[in-house]
C-alpha cells in the first residue's frame, strides 16, 4: 500500500529534551516536506527537500533540523523543544510534476511542557 | 496580505443543498490549485486539483478557476453530513517555489441534517 508513515502518532515531552519524528515513504517520491498545523494558521511549511542531500527551509524553520539520506525517509529534528513547537505535525510527499499532489502522513501530536 | 486566503466559516448548508467555498490567492505566478478535506485531528487527503481556467467535475465536486481574478472554488453539491470537514485550498507553483505546496487556513464546512 503506498503511504507516508510518521513516528511517533503522540509523543509529550519536556523542554529541553531533544526529539526526532521520523517520516518514511514508500512511493519513490522525489519531494518531501514538514509542516505544523495550528489552530487559526492552518499548514505551515517547516523544511522541505527535493531530492536526497536537498533540504531548504520553508515558512517556519526555526527550532527544526532535517536530514534526507535516503530518499524514502525525512526526518524531523528537535534539539531543543520549547512549548511553542507544541502543534500537530504532518510529513508530506509527492513527485515534483506541477500538478502531482502531496500525500500526507498521519500526523504526530506534540506536546512540549 | 495573505498568500492564500479562505473564509474560516463555519460555513453551514443544509442536506442535499450545494456549498460553495471559496479562495483567493496572492501570486499570479501560481500554476496548480488544489481542494484538501481534511476531518478533525486526520491529515489532508485530496478531492481534486485544477490548473487551466474554468470548471473541472469529478463526481459531486466541481472545482472553478480564474486566474485574472486570482480566485479558486469548490462547489459540492447534493452535500451529505459526511462532507462535513474542514476544507483546505492550495496553491503550487507561485514565483521561485516550483514544488511548494501554500496553503490556505481552510473553511469549516457543516453539513444539517
Known amino acids: 500500500e503506498a503511504q507516508v508513515t510518521q513516528n511517533p502518532r503522540y509523543l509529550i515531552t519536556v523542554t529541553g529534551k531533544k526529539l526526532t519524528v521520523t517520516c518514511s515513504q514508500n512511493?519513490?517520491?522525489?519531494?518531501m516536506s514538514w509542516y505544523r498545523q495550528d489552530p487559526g494558521l492552518g499548514l505551515r511549511q517547516i523544511y522541505y527537500?527535493?531530492?536526497?542531500?536537498?533540504?531548504d527551509k520553508g515558512d517556519v524553520p526555526e527550532g527544526y533540523k532535517v536530514s534526507r539520506k535516503e530518499k524514502r525517509n525525512f526526518p524531523l529534528i528537535l534539539e531543543s523543544p520549547s512549548p511553542n513547537q507544541t502543534s500537530l505535525y504532518f510529513c508530506a510527499s509527492s513527485l515534483l510534476d506541477r500538478d502531482n499532489e502531496q500525500f500526507f502522513g498521519p500526523g504526530t501530536r506534540l506536546t512540549v511542557l | 496580505q495573505k498568500e492564500v486566503e479562505q473564509n474560516s466559516g463555519p460555513l453551514s448548508v443544509p442536506e442535499g443543498a450545494i456549498a460553495s467555498l471559496n479562495c483567493t490567492y496572492s501570486?499570479?505566478?501560481?500554476?496548480?490549485f488544489f481542494w484538501y478535506r481534511q476531518y478533525s485531528g486526520k491529515s489532508p487527503e485530496l478531492i481534486m486539483f485544477i490548473y487551466s481556467n474554468g470548471d473541472k467535475e469529478d463526481g459531486r465536486f466541481t472545482a472553478q478557476l480564474n486566474k485574472a481574478s486570482q480566485y479558486v472554488s469548490l462547489l459540492i453539491r447534493d452535500s451529505q453530513p459526511s462532507d462535513s470537514a474542514t476544507y483546505l485550498c492550495a496553491v503550487k507553483g507561485g514565483t521561485g517555489t516550483a514544488s511548494k505546496l501554500t496553503f490556505g487556513t481552510g473553511t469549516r464546512l457543516q453539513v444539517t441534517l
Open positions: 501570486d499570479r505566478g501560481s500554476q496548480s
Open positions: 527537500s527535493m531530492n536526497v542531500e536537498v533540504t
Open positions: 512511493m519513490n517520491h522525489e519531494y
